[in-house]
């Protein structure tokens, strides 16, 4: 029989599970609790304190010393299935971070138990001693206001206190002790009365009596009555019914008060259509037998669905799930953004119902709760949601599918895991062997390399559905325009306004103007912790300056902090700028703005492509997100402001990136009965990626670009890892970022080029200085070799000097 238990505890740095011994009452299921299997969180004792952790493996025996007991189960049943921890220890292995970390993520926010260490006065008879000014400030703290946790008393007294803490600890003066704190999240339930006496003749015959004596008592009762017999206690408090009537009913048992969960759904009110009866087409049907095959098994295969924008990716995904779910099993469908969100919700729940669970970062801690618990035990089937999603809790999963494939979201920056969604999807799938689905108009060159390869499957859909046309994109130089819309778009809006057909603008760069710079001295007004422009919000009278890497926020000056001169430059045009030049030139045009700062508050997604879809508005002008996935059967004009927005950057992918963006948003237009126009405006006509977006030919791009990434030796033809060091002193962070780079190349190991080390592009952010080295090569064990001796040698990711080293495998921003 296991006798222990290997243990990760979350939230901690520490890198190896833990052994623990199991208790006797844990190696037995009961009528509530399963056996302790693994997966499931358990409270275990971590030092002087109390952490949850997770069960990862069991043993009979142990080579550990002074082995500490379980503290008790939290579950009844394993947070985390089976297939899915497997492959979150995959992900740790290969991302080169700490199981902690990747359970972490996997879970929902606030859910954990742990204890708190909390410090109060000691012994008032320890003997007296000369405190100084810090000591004497906790003593007089803790005298005012009682216990306090350490944070607490940072916060009154100042950082940097628990050295001090310590050695009033060993006076004597003080002391502390671990107290549980109770989770931020848990389930939400709500107060309900009802009514005891089921014989409504009782009810006849005793509301009178009651009402002469007691009318507010009749009064709730006869609200019950009504309501059928049970209402929340808000309900009756709306009506004047207070806590003391209804404690006087209970006490006669008349009443009675349960506790009923309450589910936190923000979709829960979507009004969805019934499904469209749609016919697939011979491409769309040929799809569906071959996946449909691997469903029935299930079997694990990746099927890569190259498909132009508008061929009906999204049937193939509905009815694969359909498929699943008549199996008995569940299915995880991820999309890139948030901003898809609630026309993918309302496309798969006008087929599903409330089958249908939503997970991503615009939910509250309690939202994702609950919709993670739906999935876990099983009242849920189907998760839509972006880059987590993929960790979704589903008990018998039976397939996977990857929407907009190519884009960067599904890749996690900071903090670690720094994983890539569609790539643990595919493991995922295999782990648990079943088919997962990637589809994109413009696939990544990997994925693409993949499926040419056989390792994927791959699907072409090269026509659109019905028939109907690809929009017909015209591509304008803008080295023979003035001003900010060239000719031809300015008359193409113009004309949609005429006819009522919506247009999409985009400008993929938000605030006012991205760039202030001084005409006097020439010097541009950038954040003091951050190497970049301050990018204005807001006209230039009124509008504020703000980093979009630190949140940094200061006013417009007048006058530049350099020289003096008030001949201070707004360069470059953000969406607020756009929209101000729409409201001068396009007066009778309605306009609704959809980038970052439009989408801030809750809900505004939805209600932004609501309103367009109803045609409350004309233009839908916006950043990136209006080009992902959108679709707008009114929308005959799609106009790019400025393609060559991303084309200059210091990074391999540049193009690629730009070929995706301008495929994906021309593909916004034509997709109803009408058909399309797009309008590119651009400086440079001549680039591949401009040309091949023209035609929205993917494999003609893909087949211009594989040659120069041979060449140079860049994905998809290796693989990468960035080594990013940082830290507040730029000779500290270059000394140890060359060190790090002459030990890799001292290693020697075959196949594997160092790279730098160089600063990054992206040289200081948020008061750190950064370097990075790049290590390639084409084989991953080699690579993998590499990075683990590279970490081992330089103390895991945290270094010496307050210089610390990120690692991030497979990464597609080099900035």
Known sequence: MNTYADIVPLGTRIGEPMTYRIPEDLLLATEKTAALERGTRVLVPLGPRWATGVVVNFRDTTDVQNVRDIGFQMDPYPALPDGL?????????????TLSEVLGAALPAGIHTQSEQRVSLGDPSAPPAVLNEKQQSIIDCLEANGPLSVKQLERRVGPRIRSVIHALCRSGRLQTVQEMRRPRTTVKTERYIQLVPEDPQWMESQLPSIERRAPRQAACLSLLRDAGG????????????????????????????????IRRDPYVDEADAGPEAVTPTTQQAEALEIILKDIAGPTYRTHLISGVTGSGKTLIYIKAVKATVAEGRGAIVLIPEISLTPQTVGR????????????????????????????????????VGARSAIFAPTPNLGLIVIDEEHDGSYK???????YNAKDVAVIRGQTEGVPVILGSATPSLESFRNAKSGKFSLIRLTERVDARPMPQVLVVDMRHESGLFSEALHERILDRLERR??????????????????????????????QVSLTLHGPSGRGRLICHYCAHNQAMPRVCPACGSGNLKMLGMGTQKVEEVIARQIPDARVLRMDVDATAKKGSHARILGAFGKGEADILLGTQMVAKGLDFPRVTLVGVISADTGLNLPDFRAGERTFQLLTQVSGRAGRGDRPGEVVVQTYNPEEDAIRFAKDHDFEAFANAEDPARKETGF???SRLALFLFKGPSESDVAQRANRCADQLRSMGIRGVDILGPVQAPLSRLQGRYRWHIILRSESYLALNQSIRLGLDRFGGRATRQSVTLDVDVDPISML
């Open 85 to 97: 921890l497997r492959t979150c220890e995959w992900l740790a292995g290969y991302y080169q971070c």
């Open 230 to 261: 049970t209402l929340p206690s808000s309900a009756l408090a709306e009506q004047g019914i207070d806590s003391s009537i209804v404690r006087r009913l209970v006490d006669r048992k008349i009443l009675k008060v349960t506790q009923r969960e």
């Open 348 to 383: 798969f729940r006008s087929h599903f119902g409330d089958d249908v669970a939503v997970l991503h970062s615009g939910l509250s801690e309690g939202e994702r709760y609950d919709a993670w618990r739906d999935l876990r035990e099983g009242r849920k089937h189907i998760v």
């Open 412 to 418: 996690q920056d900071n903090p670690a895991p720094r």
């Open 501 to 530: 057909e919506g247009t999409i603008l985009l400008q993929n760069r938000r605030g006012y103007a991205p760039y202030i710079q001084c005409g006097g001295c020439g010097e541009s007004l950038q954040c003091h912790s951050c």
């Open 715 to 717: 994905p998809p033809f």
